[in-house]
């Protein structure tokens, strides 16, 4: 039982090149997270995923894309890396849709634009 | 909006001190609040929980009390180890989400460092 994964664990792009962080999770959750953390700024939601089939946005969704591929796997794609693009990334997820439920966080990608 | 605010660090302790770390929220209703832990180079684990007011969340001899009304979730420990150095994130979920609609909105972390 891996629980969260995350792929690549670190990555370099020049501004305007594209690339698909990864997420996958073995533990059978509905829902699904991508975070940003930034210095100062905690972690902010990018995109969730409520259940197979369903994406939405969150507090910062500019500039990404998300795909649920199926119910393990959610991945986030930036079409056109900028520098403001900097950050580590975080997937989660949570088990149904119940009140208080844990989310799962995987290891991070850390990320960054030249 | 929902926030959270929490002190900023790095906060320095001597092995065997007590830890506070303040943690104050703004929410409609009741949201569940969450510590979440940071050790260096890994993502964010749980490290305690409360749905209610009230509640005590407890865990690895850390403690938080959800306030409603100081609407606060400060999390305490009688004596820290130099294992417990690392990012301590106070977050909630509000009481009106749903469905998988329940980003977590955290606050901006505590960095924690304990010396022997």
């Known amino acids: 039982n891996a629980g969260v994964t995350q792929t690549p664990k670190f990555q370099v792009l020049k501004t305007g090149q594209s690339m698909t962080l990864q997420c996958a999770q073995d533990?059978?959750?509905?829902?699904m997270y991508w975070y940003r953390q930034d210095p100062g700024m905690g972690l902010r939601l990018i995109y969730y995923s409520a259940s197979e089939g369903t994406t939405d946005k969150g507090e910062v969704p500019n500039g990404y894309n998300v795909s649920r591929l199926n119910k393990r796997e959610f991945s986030l794609r930036l079409e056109s890396a900028a520098p403001s693009q900097t950050s580590v990334y975080f997937c989660?997820?949570?088990?149904?849709?119940?009140?208080?439920?844990?989310?799962?966080f995987g290891p991070g990608t850390r990320l960054t634009v030249l | 909006g929902d926030s959270v605010t929490q002190m900023e660090g790095p906060v320095t302790l001597s092995e065997e001190a007590f830890l506070t770390i303040n943690c104050t929220y703004t929410?409609?209703?009741?949201?569940?609040l969450f510590w979440y832990v940071q050790y260096p180079g890994e993502g964010l684990q749980l490290l305690l929980k409360a749905t209610k007011a009230d509640d005590k969340g407890s865990n690895k001899g850390f403690e938080a009390t959800y306030r409603k009304e100081t609407t606060s979730f400060h999390l305490e420990k009688g004596s820290v180890q130099v294992s417990d150095s690392a990012v301590y994130f106070c977050?909630?979920?509000?009481?009106?989400?749903?469905?998988?609609?329940?980003?977590?909105?955290f606050g901006k972390g505590t960095h924690l460092i304990i010396q022997p």
């Open positions: 989660a997820s949570k088990w149904g849709i119940d009140f208080g439920n844990e989310q799962f």
């Open positions: 533990m059978n959750h509905n829902s």
């Open positions: 929410a409609t209703g009741y949201p569940s």
């Open positions: 977050a909630l979920l509000p009481q009106y989400s749903g469905g998988g609609a329940d980003g977590l909105t």
